[in-house]
């Protein structure tokens, strides 16, 4: 059983481009947790989906970001126009149930540099 | 402000020595609480999770404690190993929140030889 996979690993994009993450996770798991961790600092909560549905966006900036988890296929978190403050690691996080009591397990992260 | 605060910043020890992390936090209402090691450039790995109810957890050469009422918590490392080096990450979860987890900055640990 894989566990979650993030792709890709590292990510270069130039200021006002978009960028792409993707997010599969574990086999059985339809609860997805995004989160951002900027340099020197903690992982901190951007949003929390289930499958075609987004539970919880409260950590997410209102503008410029979006996330998905569509009905098959990867959950996707998508930042538009993308700005330096954007560099940053960011991580998935799935389980099988409504995690509160349960654990979630965290996929490699992916590094994201806007020069 | 929900908050999970960490100590030390970073902590460096040898091989074989035990060391114990601290970890205060403000969140809540409380649901659990969960220790992670974070490897440099890997996502976190869990290591316990504690609801308020328990007052210690081992996971092999982990044990982590809680004090719900001071609202802290300890993880102690027995026996070190180079392999230990990492971030050790307390986490918070506030209750009713559906799975938002509360991250501290970490202690970064070194073993050395």
């Known amino acids: 059983n894989a566990g979650v996979m993030q792709n890709p690993r590292h990510l270069v994009r130039r200021r006002g481009q978009e960028a792409r993450l993707r997010c599969s996770p574990m086999k059985g798991h339809s609860h997805v947790y995004w989160y951002r961790q900027l340099p020197e600092e903690g992982l901190k909560f951007m949003v929390y989906?289930?499958?075609?549905?987004?539970?919880?966006e409260s950590g997410m900036p209102k503008e410029r970001f979006s996330a998905e988890f569509p009905k098959e296929g990867p959950s996707i978190l998508r930042i538009q126009q993308v700005v330096r403050g954007d560099s940053a690691a960011y991580f998935c996080?799935?389980?099988?149930?409504?995690?509160?009591?349960?654990?979630?397990?965290f996929g490699p992260g992916t590094r994201l540099t806007v020069l | 402000k929900n908050q999970v605060e960490q100590s030390p910043q970073s902590l460096i020890i040898l091989e074989g020595k035990n060391c114990t992390l601290q970890c205060n936090y403000t969140v809540s209402p409380f649901s659990n609480l969960r220790w992670y090691k974070q490897d440099t450039g890997r996502g976190p790995v869990s290591l316990t999770i504690m609801t308020f109810s328990e007052n210690t957890k081992s996971n092999g050469r982990y044990t982590a404690t809680l004090d719900a009422d001071t609202k802290q918590s300890s993880l102690h490392i027995t026996a070190s190993q180079l392999s230990d080096s990492a971030s050790y990450i307390c986490v918070v979860s506030e209750r009713g929140s559906q799975g938002n987890l509360i991250f501290g900055k970490g202690t970064k640990l070194s073993v050395k030889p």
């Open positions: 996080a799935s389980s099988p149930v409504l995690a509160e009591y349960n654990e979630q397990f």
């Open positions: 989906l289930q499958k075609e549905n987004i539970i919880d």
